[in-house]
């Protein structure tokens, strides 16, 4: 609450204004907060993706989680074919933790999947709040360079150590089809449509 509550003022905001002073100090607190869960949690394929692309490409960490992170809410948001081993988990509950979110955040939510579209539509609204474009190919990163390097990009985000928390099993592929969303800044299915179409 305390990142969409603040960091639209906190970036945007007159450096000079008082509300942009405390939103900063907030959204220091919450980067904190952050860290902590983090450090206790891990972290899962937003920021293995991250790492890969951010490095190959030269964009920003943050800005590549941004582009990134609705495509991994909706992914982890559906129940998968294959868990990852939690062995305090009895079932898969990334959905209803999502919902849960959302229901905090003031947004519709009162089923899962209602949950999960409102809160990874509300992260593409705060993302476009801040300027960030909702695309790589937006951001400047070359579609032959992006697509001829996918292979190898999505087999360094699967080998990456964030990789393995995350709540769904990630496979290549999957990775390979976030990163192609992410690049054009399309849905999933539309991807996974795509290349059906071509494949038939």
Known sequence: RLIFDNLAQSVNGDPADPATKDAREKMHNAGTIAGMAFGNAFLGIVHAMAHVIGSTYHLVHGRTNATLLPHVVRYNGTVPTKLTSWPKYESYVA??????????????????????????????????????????????????????????????????????????????????????????????????????????
Do not use: H, W
Not at 141 to 146: C, G, K, L
Not at 170 to 197: C, H, N, W
């Open 95 to 200: 959905p209803e933790r999502f919902q849960q979110i959302a229901a905090m955040l003031g947004l519709p939510a009162s089923t899962p999947a209602e949950g999960v579209e409102s809160y990874a539509l509300a992260v593409e609204a705060l993302r476009a709040k801040v300027g960030i474009p909702a695309s790589f190919q937006a951001q400047g990163v070359d579609e032959q360079e992006f697509m001829s390097r996918l292979d190898e990009v999505a087999m360094g985000a699967y080998e990456d150590q964030c990789a393995p928390a995350n709540p769904r099993m990630p496979m290549i592929e999957d990775m390979k089809d976030l990163m192609t969303a992410a690049f054009y800044g399309t849905s999933l299915e539309d991807v996974r449509g795509r290349r059906e179409q071509a494949s038939a």
